[in-house]
């Protein structure tokens, strides 16, 4: 028995914009069958990075985190599939590039543990959270196939 349709939350880090792989990162999406519900090109400021990552405000890393995130435009994407935020966690690979399983986006596109190309939602929770943080109702689309 196959798992019900749901969602997960990505963002396309500073770095892999920067290094122009939004066109091949979001190839391997779609080659996962991934589905985008919705997408848009962006530029945090400083206190929207602050408000996203408020998660991780006493940790020490939270400034350089906050600094880098709204250095360079992202892109940002609600995906669907079945077992969607498993599966995108296992296609985006280890946070540090020198540990992710070859084939996923990481070991291809990122370069360190803070510049590491992508975000993937932890959680169906989460997915929610951070899809809503960036996307309206009005900017979700849902794609209908009549021969399905």
């Known amino acids: 028995m196959g798992y019900l349709k749901s969602v997960t939350f990505t963002m396309i880090k500073p770095d892999a914009v920067k290094k122009g792989h939004i066109g091949g990162i979001l190839d391997m999406i779609l080659q996962n069958d991934f589905k985008i519900l919705a997408m848009k090109w962006t530029q945090l400021s400083l ?16 400034q350089e985190l906050i600094n880098f995130m709204s250095s360079a ?12 935020v498993i599966d995108f966690r296992k296609l985006i690979g280890n946070t540090d590039p020198a540990k992710a399983d070859a084939g996923t986006i990481r070991k291809k596109f990122a370069s360190s543990i803070g510049e590491n190309a992508i975000h993937g939602s932890d959680s169906d929770e989460n997915a929610q959270i951070e ?3 960036f996307f309206s109702s009005m900017e979700r689309f849902r794609i209908c196939n009549a021969h399905t």
Do not use: M, T, W
């Open 73 to 84: 435009p992202i892109v940002v994407a609600i995906l669907e599939k079945e077992n969607a």
């Open 47 to 62: 206190k929207q990075a602050g408000d996203f990552y408020l998660i991780h405000k006493e940790r020490p890393f939270y």
């Open 131 to 133: 899809s809503n943080f």
